[in-house]
């Protein structure tokens, strides 16, 4: 992100199918676990982490035009939904989502409706920016009351949706069940990536000096 940010290009589509192992040699590792006394499991490790971006087609200048709304729904950045405008830091926002992604196995944001979706993001970051929340597009007014508090749980599409959002935990919680000793500085990382802000938002020059990767 750092090359295409430095060309003022913004990707606006990351997401895990879009971030490809140049190799697909691996090797088979057996597991800790065994299934049998004589037979052991095995898990299959890239003998390569060398990664390439794929999938332009929504590439877009920062001087361009921008269109409301980028992204696919589960990597899509707040402002976006909220139609405040969108930069390069919808990107690093995408990046946090799938870093989280690939340490729990699963979407950070599995949700298809954008109220839903910002109710995931206040029980995971918590509340959203009051200064944010009073900008709001007209078309996003819908989702709070009286331009200052989420309308939730009250307008929720269904109990199925109030459920998928209480099950969610915060993001220290989520990163500490699978990060093991790397659980702060990738804590650190991802509230860096994940701030509602964009302008607070780490740039991609400052995630990669990180000491998260610095430690690796």
């Known amino acids: ?14 997401k895990p199918e ?6 697909s040699e691996y090797i088979k590792v057996p597991q ?10 095995f898990r299959c490790l890239p003998k390569s ?13 920062g001087n361009q035009k921008h269109s409301s ?28 989502c799938i870093l989280v992604e690939l340490c729990s196995g699963e979407a950070l944001f599995q949700t298809h409706e954008s109220l839903e979706h910002l109710a995931m993001m206040e029980r995971v970051l918590g509340p959203l920016p009051e200064h944010m929340i009073v900008r709001a597009s007209q078309g996003a007014e819908k989702y709070f009351r009286r331009q200052s508090r ?6 929720a599409s269904s109990r199925e949706s109030i459920r998928a959002v209480t099950k969610l935990n915060s993001l220290q919680k989520l990163i500490s069940r699978y990060a093991g000793p790397t659980t702060s500085s990738l804590s650190c990382l991802l509230q860096g990536l994940l701030k509602y802000e964009p302008s607070e ?5 400052e995630a990669l000096s990180h000491p998260f990767f610095k430690n690796l």
């Open 201 to 205: 938002r780490l740039t991609a020059r």
């Open 32 to 41: 800790l676990k065994r299934i049998s006394s004589d037979e052991t499991q």
């Open 69 to 96: 709304i980028v992204c696919t729904r589960h990597y899509r950045a707040p402002e976006v939904i909220l139609g405040l405008g969108w930069s390069y830091p919808c990107d690093l926002w995408s990046v946090g």
């Open 150 to 155: 989420l309308n939730w749980p009250e307008g």
């Open 18 to 23: 879009n971030i490809l192992l140049e190799s």
């Open 1 to 14: 992100m750092h090359y295409m940010h430095d060309l003022h290009l913004i990707h606006t589509d990351l």
């Open 49 to 61: 982490s060398a990664i390439k971006v794929i999938d332009f087609g929504s590439t877009t200048f």
